[in-house]
């Protein structure tokens, strides 16, 4: 049978699913930010700041990087 003036069915056989690859990580995970304020925590010899405070001076740290690898 022809569908049209072709030969032939113009069926095309089904594409094969793309695989796609999930989008690189750009935030810093908690996990991260926790790890990073640790080390600032034994770097200014464990004394001093609140706990906040390392965690917000890592994230800042950590995001500025995303940011940077994001542009650069």
């Given amino acids: 049978m022809s569908d049209g003036p072709f030969f032939g069915s113009s069926r095309r056989p089904p594409r094969a699913p793309r695989t ?19 080390e ?7 004394r001093g700041e609140r706990a906040a405070d ?5 994230e800042d740290e950590l995001l500025d990087r995303a940011a940077r690898r994001i542009v650069g």
């Fill in 54 to 58: 390392y965690w917000r001076r890592a």
């Fill in 20 to 38: 796609r690859q999930p989008p690189p990580e750009v935030f810093p995970t908690p996990t991260e930010i926790a790890d990073r304020a640790y």
């Fill in 40 to 46: 600032l925590f034994l770097a200014n010899g464990k």
